[in-house]
């Protein structure tokens, strides 16, 4: 019988609320756990001990008498499993944790059941004008799938599996640790509880083979670098009669190498001619949407943004379209004829320039990227 007080032992409270001692109790047993701490006589005393507070704090009627008796009043119940008053339920809810290292209460793990199969990732490249449109492609993966020789039950035709005979079917091995029972795999059947006599020569017993496959994957029109289409049930197959998993297709586009991407949208920068910019014009380019005529107004600043709603890339939802942000510069030559020459110095004669005036600029927009003053300028 532990001398101490078990509320001290799980470091709570006297008034602690139920879920309060279960979570001390929680931290205590994966601390202490003999799996954890093995050849450490002190960690399985207090792993031991921890248990043995549980067992009476977590039950109301124990804990109640011992309340007004302290261990007096549950001597003889809470130092002997199985003994009056004894509750194994109440460590079923660990389990999960300890994978199911708690002989009572928490039920057996069933052994050789279903698994789901696992996902494939595969990465696909596809080009700019791809994504755009959209397109279809067929990839080749390799994966784990039922072994056709022997169905996918691992033993050689015209035999069959066998119950275990070291663990009785179980897949699990018990051992007394104390006041508790302690389960672990078999090593003999290696948690299944089942073994093969005779093992399928194509597979060697695992019951699965590996195969190259060709899916046909259908790439939506607006699809983004870094997007993923699933493929539900393109992935390995399940074990014994499990589920097959997903097939996770991640797109990675090329860039353009004229077209920059933000969202939906699209941005090209395009150098034009003084004279067109001065006196307006027109001229075309060629988007992955198809041709379009841009016209320059009159007396067009340089880094004048013209925006083309619908004209940018898909949206991969299939509702509408972005837009084209197209930015007109000045076109500088960095070397003229001499006619070109001759022609600029008598316009500049036409257009004399008495003095430099500069003008303000706000700083913070300035310091931005251009493509963000985009999103500023047109709400995007």
Do not use: W
């Not at 139920?18 to 792993?47: M, T, V, W």
């Not at 983004?224 to 991640?250: F, N, S």
């Not at 000045?330 to 070109?340: H, R, S, W």
Request: glycine fraction near 14%.
């Amino acid at each position: 019988m532990s001398a101490r007080d078990y509320y001290e032992v799980l470091g709570v409270a006297k008034g602690a609320s139920d879920s309060e001692i279960k979570s001390a109790y929680r931290k205590q047993a994966l601390k202490y756990h003999p799996d954890r701490n093995q050849g450490n006589d002190e960690a399985e005393a207090k792993f031991k001990e921890a248990a043995e507070a549980y067992s009476v704090l977590a039950d109301a009627d124990k804990r109640a008498r011992y309340d007004r008796f302290g261990h007096a009043g549950v001597s003889g119940a809470a130092s002997q499993p199985g003994g009056p008053g004894f509750n194994p339920d109440i460590f079923a809810d660990f389990s999960d944790i300890f994978g199911d290292f708690f002989g009572f209460g928490g039920g057996r793990r069933q052994a050789g059941g279903p698994e789901r199969g696992a996902d494939l990732r595969f990465d696909l490249e596809i080009s700019f004008n791809d994504s755009f449109t959209g397109t279809e492609t067929t990839i080749q993966i390799p994966r784990e799938e039922s072994c056709e020789t022997c169905k996918g039950s691992g033993a050689a035709p015209g035999s069959a599996r066998e119950t275990c005979p070291q663990c009785r079917g179980a897949g699990q091995l018990r051992f007394q640790q104390g006041f508790l029972v302690v389960a672990r795999p078999c090593g003999q059947c290696r948690g299944t509880g089942q073994i093969i006599p005779k093992p399928c020569t194509a597979c060697r017993g695992t019951g699965r083979t590996t195969k190259d496959r060709r899916v046909t994957v259908k790439i939506p029109a607006g699809i983004a670098e870094g997007q993923r289409l699933r493929m539900y049930g393109e992935g390995e197959h399940g074990a014994h009669g499990g589920p097959t998993g997903d097939l996770y297709v991640v797109v990675h586009v090329k860039p353009h190498e004229i077209y920059h991407r933000e969202g939906d949208d699209l941005f090209v920068e395009v150098p034009v001619p003084f004279a067109m910019m001065a006196m307006g014009g027109a001229f075309k380019i060629e988007p992955p949407g198809g041709e379009l005529t841009i016209d320059v107004p009159p007396g067009t600043a340089s880094g004048t943004l013209l925006p083309f709603r619908g004209k940018g890339m898909p949206s991969v939802s299939g509702r509408g379209r972005g837009a084209l942000y197209v930015r007109v510069v000045v076109d500088v030559p960095k070397k003229l004829t001499k006619e070109q020459r001759k022609l600029v110095e008598q316009l500049g004669k036409a257009m004399p320039l008495d003095k430099v005036q500069p003008r303000a600029i706000d700083g913070d927009d300035d310091e931005k990227p251009f493509f963000e003053r985009v999103k500023d300028l047109f709400g995007s």
